[in-house]
């Protein structure tokens, strides 16, 4: 038979909010780290032409990525909490 329970695990799930948050500040660093790395090969290497304004370009697209995956580890987590929040509330209507 079937269980019938449904169980929530509070301290996995804010275990994961945290996981999310944390690994969403290190790919941001990793993009700083990675848009610093274009920008140095632009400025001691690759000085003019084609190429150079090519990766002008990629460069400003890089840089919309910037802070991008920290907000959505945020978000993350903050749906994380509204969850829990949420079976909490509805919980007290069960019990």
């Not at 019938?4 to 945290?18: A, F, P, V």
């Not at 969403?24 to 700083?32: E, F, H, P, S, Y």
């Amino acid at each position: 038979m079937a269980e019938k329970d449904l169980i929530i695990d509070d301290e996995y799930c804010t275990t994961m909010g945290n996981y999310f948050e944390t690994q969403g500040q290190i790919l941001n660093t990793m993009v700083k780290d990675y848009i610093a790395a274009l920008e140095k090969v632009r400025k001691n290497a690759i000085k003019s032409g084609e190429v150079a304004k090519a990766l002008d370009v990629y460069i400003t697209y890089a840089k919309k990525l910037d802070g991008q995956m920290e907000e959505i580890s945020v978000i993350a987590k903050k749906q994380v909490s509204d969850f829990l929040t949420q079976v909490d509330s509805a919980d007290e209507y069960l019990f």
